[in-house]
């Protein structure tokens, strides 16, 4: 079983910068590939970034490439998503999720195993 709570959102200006952290609970959350996903109003839930348990390998949506960064502390047991030049488009609830596939990097919902709650990032002009 693993637990992941998000933390980091809020308001910020388009071009703005932010940093989100998905902390993970549970002796095995370090085996876990993780990914995060965004939802906006009225849309579904999207695939933004994966990386794997060990951290060697990433993976990111189209439209982020080059702006945001997916890392990770396995010795804090937490997830890092790193938001540069932001836009408007990328306001959303921000969601992480945990893959009990050490590689997973892909973009299916159903490829992760547990998901935290949410957190809102409001990227305003």
């Known amino acids: 079983q693993v637990q992941l709570v998000e933390s980091g959102g809020k308001l910020v200006q388009v071009g703005g910068s932010l940093r989100l952290s998905c902390a993970a609970s549970?002796?095995?959350?370090?085996?876990?590939?993780m990914g995060w996903f965004r939802q906006a109003p009225g849309k579904g839930r999207e695939f933004v970034a994966a990386?794997?348990?060990?951290?060697?390998?990433?993976a990111y949506e189209d439209s982020v490439k080059g702006r945001f960064t997916i890392s990770r502390d396995n010795g804090k047991n937490t997830a890092y998503l790193q938001m540069n030049s932001l836009k408007s488009e990328d306001t959303a609830v921000y969601y992480c999720?945990?893959?009990?596939?050490?590689?997973?990097?892909?973009?299916?919902?159903?490829?992760?195993?547990?998901w935290g709650q949410g957190t809102q990032v409001t990227v305003s002009s």
């Open positions: 549970g002796r095995t959350a370090r085996t876990y590939a």
């Open positions: 990386i794997s348990s060990s951290g060697s390998t990433t």
């Open positions: 999720a945990a893959s009990s596939r050490s590689n997973y990097m892909g973009s299916r919902l159903s490829g992760y195993d547990y």
